[in-house]
């Protein structure tokens, strides 16, 4: 290129601007005191459909690098050929020149692409913030669900042998698209028995990475633009972002405590039928229903359900049934599947979890089961996406299957072992919490427990945003300060009803019995230290 003068001609003063979009913000970077410029190109702005732009790796990061400061002085001006792209600047090989001999440009505008509009409202995530939160202050941490002990040596050993196999070396490859063959089969020998019908292990099991995504395809292939979902709270939440990605509209409908002093229990907290009735319409494709419920641990009753499937055959609506802890269950309390109501196999899509049913959360491996009809749009979205999950996970846990479904009914059967082991958890926590002043929900199923924190919290100056709801701000000054961690439950809930949560704190008991008991003395001193006046 050609300078803008004669021989080593100097550009004293030189002062030219980018602005540039750095989001979230736009940030105006000045760029001066260029002198010695050789051979110097100048972007201006010319017609974007027709300019290219040569630049400089080095400047552009310096350029980037600099963004976070107001003004930046930068002295480089040359810019080599890195590579060519489209670009609204045009490169001129000679600048303009004007009476007082400075070079000029005009403003241009750097554009960042944007991202899906559709993901926009839904970026919080209550795990994302509170795994940060233990990272940071490393808590006893009693907020995750997930075993702190061993999961069965059956599936461990199984992983290690289809992993490890020199007999079938393929079990280390990509397996069948809509589910391992093995694992498949095991699906439909045990849940046909269980629903007292014959499934089609081709048409009616699909299986997904994890329960979470067998939830989001069975939302994404059932649901349309406008369609309104209604969603039973207190809810996973994953249903409402999956719900609104999927184009459609949630609908919720709250549990509601008959009694909410003292010690109480999760069958305590029912469906008003006149509110559950009047949120079902022309528009209602689906409903989700988690049972047993997370975080509440409430197991519906049969008129519960067959409450919810009238409803959903009056106005012609599927049943997405989260049964991830169907093993879970305690005092004689039943898990009843809503596929085996009548009328409902045919409008019913029934999720379940490997993580759940083995103590293996670590190894994402869920499925779906249900009419072929229904099926197919999962499938279709899985196919698409994921299109197959993990063959030597798939492999084990359908050999975990196959010898729980020898031990079924017995004592040894995991199924039962492990309901036998968490209800001693359950009934420990129970206590624990009760004698650290706290007012317990006792779940009737899964493995995770509600705690009113209300006597507690009115007597701690927890500080935090006074914009955040009560137990958000509890639960963060309990793992900064305590170094116990739980869960805000006002997450699995609408803004509109986060009251009825805010009240409590989740913890989850499928852990150590020593955790458990540090947890309590935790929670014992923190009461003591009330008692005393010192908080």
């Not at 400061?69 to 490169?91: D, H, M, Q, T, W």
């Not at 509110?275 to 494709?285: Q, R, Y």
């Not at 409590?504 to 947890?519: M, P, Q, S, V």
Request: glycine residues 8%; contains cysteine; charged residues 20%.
């Amino acid at each position: 290129m050609q300078s803008s003068g004669s021989g080593d001609s100097k550009l004293p003063g030189t002062i030219f601007l980018f602005s540039i979009l750095v989001f979230p913000v736009a940030i105006t970077i000045k760029i001066c005191n260029i002198t010695g410029a050789r051979s110097c190109i100048i972007p201006r702005w010319e017609d974007p459909r027709s300019c290219d732009i040569f630049y400089n790796q080095k400047v552009m990061l310096n350029l980037f690098r600099q963004s976070a400061v107001r003004s930046a002085s930068i002295e480089l001006c040359s810019f080599s050929v890195l590579r060519l792209c489209k670009n609204p600047f045009l490169v001129t090989s000679q600048p303009p020149s004007t009476s007082s001999g400075l070079q000029s440009c005009t403003m241009a505008t750097l554009a960042v692409p944007s991202i899906a509009s559709k993901t926009s409202g839904i970026e919080k995530s209550v795990w994302v913030e509170f795994i940060q939160l233990a990272l940071e202050v490393k808590p006893l941490n009693l907020g995750q669900g997930f075993p702190d002990f061993a999961a069965p040596d059956t599936v461990r050993k199984a992983l290690a042998q289809a992993c490890c196999s020199e007999t079938n070396v393929l079990l280390n490859q990509y397996t069948r698209g809509f589910g391992h063959p093995r694992l498949v089969a095991a699906l439909t020998k045990l849940y046909s028995k269980l629903i007292g019908r014959e499934l089609n292990p081709l048409s009616e099991v699909l299986v997904t990475a994890g329960a979470y995504e067998a939830l989001f395809v069975t939302i994404m292939g059932l649901v349309n633009e406008g369609d309104e979902v209604i969603i039973i709270e207190p809810f996973f939440d994953c249903y409402v972002p999956q719900v609104k990605l999927a184009g459609g509209n949630p609908v919720f409908v709250p549990l509601r405590p008959k009694k909410t002093e003292g010690v109480t229990s999760s069958a305590d907290w029912v469906l008003d039928p006149v509110e559950l009735a009047s949120a079902f319409n022309d528009k209602t494709k689906a409903i989700i229903v988690n049972t047993p419920n997370n975080p509440l641990g409430k197991v519906f009753t049969h008129d519960e359900l067959m409450m919810i499937g009238d409803l959903c055959k009056k106005h012609n609506s599927i049943a997405i049934m989260d049964e991830v802890y169907e093993w879970m269950t305690y005092d004689g309390w039943e898990h009843i599947r809503m596929a085996t109501l009548p009328g409902m196999w045919e409008r019913t899509i029934t999720i379940g979890s490997a993580g759940k049913t083995f103590s293996v959360t670590g190894w994402k491996t869920g499925w779906a089961y249900g009419p072929a009809s229904l099926m197919k749009g999962p499938q279709v979205i899985h196919q698409h996406s994921v299109y197959t999950c993990t063959t030597p996970v798939q492999e084990a846990v359908a050999q975990g299957f196959e010898i729980e479904l020898e031990r079924f009914g017995t004592p040894e059967c995991y199924f039962l072992s492990l309901p036998a082991e968490l209800k001693v958890k359950r009934n420990n926590i129970v206590k624990i919490l009760t004698d650290a002043g706290l007012n317990p929900i006792i779940p009737e199923g899964g493995y995770f427990i509600l705690a009113d924190v209300r006597d507690i919290a009115s007597k701690v100056d927890v500080g935090g945003d006074i914009n955040e709801r009560k137990d958000f701000r509890f639960v963060k000054w309990l793992s900064r300060n305590r170094k116990l961690q739980g869960i805000p439950p006002s997450a699995f809930y609408c803004p509109e009803h986060g009251n009825i949560g805010e009240n409590y704190i989740r913890f989850c008991f499928i852990k150590e019995d020593e955790n458990l008991e540090k947890a309590g003395n935790i929670l014992k001193a923190l009461k003591k230290d009330i008692d005393e006046g010192k908080v």
